[in-house]
């Protein structure tokens, strides 16, 4: 049965944790990326409202672990990255690679990295935890939980890319009441115009509602 596990790792073993000696006060946020082949190329934002993006990116291509950062997206106090990794320096993102567990979430700040990640069966997450403790890589299982086949996106109606867009949204505050990102910086995450993205969230609203709220109402006479 698939599961869910959230594992933390302290903030100075992950490599872009480096960046915290400097910019305390920043904040990672990594794409759903999984590496494949003897690089990758991950996207993530930083939000860091003391700071210019440019500090950020001349910070980030001094770590050694870095072959490039390049900055796509500044939006002020945020910035979306794309940077590829050296092959050497990869440690979690090579125990994702080697045992196929899937990264649904990934944070990270000074006070440490959380790893929220999915896998189809336990035996997975315990490979993985393996991998980790050979690699040297020091993570801690803080929970898990599995999915019941009542609470899988089928169960919604809901496609995989209409998922995304909605969990992407809650996760960013899109749904706050003090919104904290529009659709454009959505959809710039996810690779695809605004009006996809909305279209996205608007077919998700339809499939939620459809298959709970309306679905539990009596029939009207």
Known sequence: MPSIADFTLPATEFPLGRVFEDRPDATFELDRVVPSGDTVMPYFWV???????????????????LRSAELLVDTGTKGLFRAEWEPEFMGIMAAIAATGVTVLTASGSADGWRFEIRATELGQLSTFQRHCADSGVNVTLV???????????????????QREALLLAFERGYYDDKRGVDQTELAAELGISRQAFASRLRRGYRALIGSTVAADSPPSD
Do not use: C, F, K
């Open 47 to 65: 939000s860091d409202a003391g700071a210019d993006m440019a500090a950020i990116t001349a910070l980030l291509t001094e770590l050694p672990e």
């Open 143 to 161: 929970r898990i939980s599995q999915l019941t086949e009542a609470g899988s996106d089928a169960a919604y109606d809901l496609t995989p890319e």
